[in-house]
């Protein structure tokens, strides 16, 4: 027997077999299938959250998917906050994946869930992704990149992952992030010394997929793609990005999951506000060349987010109906209508609470605006209650003068009279304070500021107004005579917003530079503002901490809300 | 020339000074005197806190003290939360540190500030320890265990240190640490996988000193002590532990700080709740032999911790006077004398308003504690205002019957008097809610719920009466019959708390397994709870999770308590 012959045959095999695998491999590649499931979670609902999945995993294997990747935390919803700090709650979440597992046998799932960290040393969890497929666990992979600060708290809870593993399916070698992962890629600051991708491209993974949980502000969209893109920029391979869609108390989650082709085009962009399930075939999205984005502009996206956020506070509550006081201004004008595009017309009820300081039009404005939208309103008089606390404060308030005092009584009693209506009927009050007067402290506690829930304290007051002029655009819905007014309280005789604060232009500019940019009264007054005013309202916005700390939670639309993702002290002594 | 001589003499030479440097080194170690300043600082309040540590600095140089040692972040106040994210805050903290390196010519000074971090990737800030020595920046060290749990958010705006370096100072090899960094020891779950001073020990240290900002709850001295013990048993000698003293809105330090000698035992503790400053010989504490502490008594504890809690929210917010509602019941009752004993009587006054619904003995014990706490009352009957309420009510409430809306109103008629007051006088409304019912929702937002600070809301009900009972020991203060009669919220005829709720005794350990241990329902039950029972009060307390966010900043004194230290979801579906 000829060695050299039978060497040159299994060199030939060998070649042959490798060309094959290679072909098999590219064959796969070609039709591998992969379905991404965009879905509204509810924390701790963990029937609930399951069920939602196991129908989008059935839909997924009617459309013949290979994969279908969820998001971050989908067991448990995110941000379940100090609920992980509950064993039961870590074994509820569990049973979800067992259940999952079960249901992997035809289709590879991709889910977040939280997993308990073996290590003794370290925190307690991992905030991982679950790649599960034949039925059973496949590969868990732990988020390395744990987001904490504005609205995030992961340290809080999670070890961070240190091990980087692809994940090999179906002949295809797959990078499991988890959402913060991937941006550390792309920004001149970056938050962390270590970059998960970096350690996964030595494994050369076909492709990328992220569970997400990013939540929505007026940028979010345009940063996401940013930070995609430049991953798929430093790495070459496609990315499907999955993200929760629905409203978690104040945390809205706007989805727009996207699927990015190596040629960095948005090959797919999923829609905001909804529930979406799509599929797509790897072949198509490696091929790229199609790049399909929503616009981006940011009122309407406020908009959708505002309607959206007072929709699942109520759903996910098992409520259905609202109260608000319309004033005739513009704050609770926009926010009824929110109410009313969430709720429905049958669901939201307004009271008018004039008093012998409201003028005539401020009525008139609130009754049009309620037949506009078709809800319920009613009536009330304030005086005789007003007058009853001045009666029996009389005596003790003997030699005093009228001053912010009574105004408050009267913006108190508008709150208790909201609040009686709603402990009576079971609607919900909402809050319509604006970011402008909630930052300088232009609200009476229990009073205007009271509610369960702050529709537009993230809203300076001249994006309320163009929120208003927007939802005026298909036809006056909101009087124009509400928008075009000057703003007023209207708790003295002739007052004006004016009389207190500067224009809500300039306000509006120097509460952005400080609370948005964080900017000190040095860099402030620097961009040309009167110093004595930029003092003066920077220590309004800190004097009025603890009417903040003492206001229901708020819809979270910009880049920095009052809330949990902006945490001061009350007793501190800067710029006060 | 004989070589060997010559030898022989060098080696002598080398052989004596080095005797003599050990001489030397132990006759220094001898005499190092070192002094802790146990300090009362303000957040942000930069030429307060200076001011303060140079006063104890001048006393230490005074005492001839070689090092002086203050705590975590002096000079800034702890905790800063996000006025960490200007630079303006940062420059003003570096300002404090070059001020002190000034005044470290004589002395060296040990003392904690935020330091920006050079790398690029990470976070922009260290949690560090600045060791100050002949005018200038002698060493930094970086904090490397970051806290994130409980009320601590340490790791949203530090990066951990990473390297490890004795201080040396006049022969003395020091290991300077800050808080956290000693906490990884003697603890079955260590919550970091490293340990400084293991990283610390092979550059033989010769004595620890801890920078700390460790806040008060009635379990804190001893865990301190237990953990301090912990590393002086593992590593073998002395530890120098400098803690705060002080509140900060919420977050109360208790002082308490420690020296320890290697032997284990505690060579001095200083005092709770109040600042001192003190000097050591190093050669005393070595030689150990003495153990001092003080009565670790949770009661006594808890009334001290409070009554510093009210005058420094009061002190540091450049406020005097309290304004609150006397019902005759307990929980007003020990909020007044905690008010009277923090801001004397002068600066307290109470309002009693009673209803048709009052009995005659809450008026009268009302009024008696008045008198024994020598504080301004006065009667206001809030009939007329009610009524006032009802009659506008009266058109849309047709057909309705009295329920808790009508409660509501009393409620709420009284908290608004107590704000109209306030507002007028300038008087701060102290919130009376204890922890007991503000867990299962018992209170009225806007009512009794209303007010600037929490006193008692980290109190349950039978804690409650402990500290009443503690209150009464030298003599009644509080009438006896405030204490033993049952407890009642007096909204309608004859109601009395035990209703609408289970016993305080059996509430109270449910809410406590809860609350504090984290105990899911299951673990509840099996410590013999009737199911049905648990089930409810588990759910009340996460469906009421929207009143406790409205409501004001709570003094903590207990391991877990409401506010920035427990974070929950409102919109949940958890236990719900």
Not at 16 to 43: C, E, G, P, R, V
Not at 198 to 222: G, R, T, V
Not at 280 to 298: C, F, N, S
């Amino acid at each position: 027997m000829n060695v050299f012959f039978c060497l040159d045959v299994k060199e030939m095999y060998l070649s042959f077999k490798f060309k094959l695998s290679l072909y098999f491999d590219t064959f796969q590649s070609l039709f591998m299938k992969i379905t991404i499931a965009q879905l509204n979670y509810h924390i701790g609902n963990f029937e609930g959250n399951l069920k939602n999945m196991l129908g989008a995993i059935e839909q997924a294997k009617k459309e013949k998917s290979d994969l279908i990747v969820f998001s971050e935390l989908s067991t448990c919803g995110y941000p379940p906050r100090d609920f992980l700090e509950f064993e039961d709650f870590i074994i509820q979440s569990n049973q979800c994946i067992d259940a999952l597992a079960k249901a992997s046998k035809d289709i590879a799932i991709a889910v977040g869930a939280p997993s308990v960290n073996p290590v003794i040393e370290g925190k307690d969890l991992h905030n991982s992704g679950y790649f599960l497929a034949d039925g059973k666990v496949l590969q868990v992979a732990h988020k390395a990149l744990l987001p904490t600060y504005d609205i995030f708290d992961e340290y809080r809870y999670f070890e961070p992952g240190n091990e980087f593993n692809v994940v090999e399916y179906k002949g295809k070698r797959i990078a499991l992030t988890i959402c913060e992962d991937i941006w550390n890629v792309g920004n001149d600051n970056p938050l962390y010394t270590v970059c998960p991708m970096d350690e996964l491209m030595p494994q050369n993974p076909d492709f990328i997929i992220n569970l997400s949980a990013s939540p929505f502000s007026y940028k979010q969209a345009d940063s996401r793609l940013h930070v995609i893109k430049a991953n798929i920029d430093k790495y070459g391979i496609p990315m499907f990005y999955v993200n929760h869609s629905g409203s978690q108390t104040e945390v809205i989650f706007d989805g727009g999951s996207v699927v990015m082709s190596p040629d960095g085009k948005v090959f797919d962009e999923l829609p905001y506000f909804e529930e979406c399930i799509r599929s797509y075939e790897l072949a198509d999205v490696l091929k790229g060349g199609i790049h399909r984005v929503q616009p981006k502009e940011k009122i309407a996206l406020i908009h959708d987010a505002l309607v959206l956020g007072v929709k699942d506070y109520f759903g996910k509550l098992g409520l259905k109906k609202a109260i608000l006081g319309l004033s005739g201004g513009i704050d609770s004008a926009v926010v009824a209508v929110i109410a009313q595009r969430a709720l429905g017309a049958e669901n939201v009820r307004v009271l008018l609470m004039p008093s012998q300081f409201s003028s005539d039009h401020s009525i008139n404005d609130a009754r049009t605006l309620a037949q506009n939208l078709n809800i319920q309103y009613d009536v009330i008089q304030i005086e005789s209650v007003y007058d009853s606390y001045i009666g029996v404060l009389a005596p003790h308030f003997a030699g005093t003068s009228f001053n912010v005092t009574e105004e408050n009584i009267q913006a108190r009693v508008r709150g208790m009279l909201l609040m009686a209506m709603s402990n009576k009927f079971g609607n919900i009050l909402l809050n319509t304070s604006n970011k402008s007067e909630a930052s300088v402290g232009y609200g009476t506690l229990y009073g205007d500021m009271a509610g369960g829930l702050s529709v537009i304290m993230d809203l300076y007051k001249m994006e309320v107004y163009e929120l208003a002029k927007y939802m005026n655009k298909d036809g006056e819905v909101i009087p124009v005579n509400t928008i075009t007014k000057p703003p007023s309280a209207e708790l003295r005789p002739d007052q004006v917003d004016s009389d207190s604060l500067p224009p809500y232009e300039i306000l509006d500019e120097i509460l952005f530079q400080y609370i948005e940019k964080r900017q000190g009264p040095k860099e402030i007054i620097a961009l040309g503002y009167d110093e004595k005013l930029v003092k003066r309202i920077l220590r309004l916005v800190n004097i009025n901490e603890f009417k903040r700390y003492q206001t229901a939670p708020a819809l979270r639309v910009s880049p920095k809300a009052f809330g949990m993702g902006r945490r001061m002290p009350i007793v501190g002594k800067y710029l006060s």
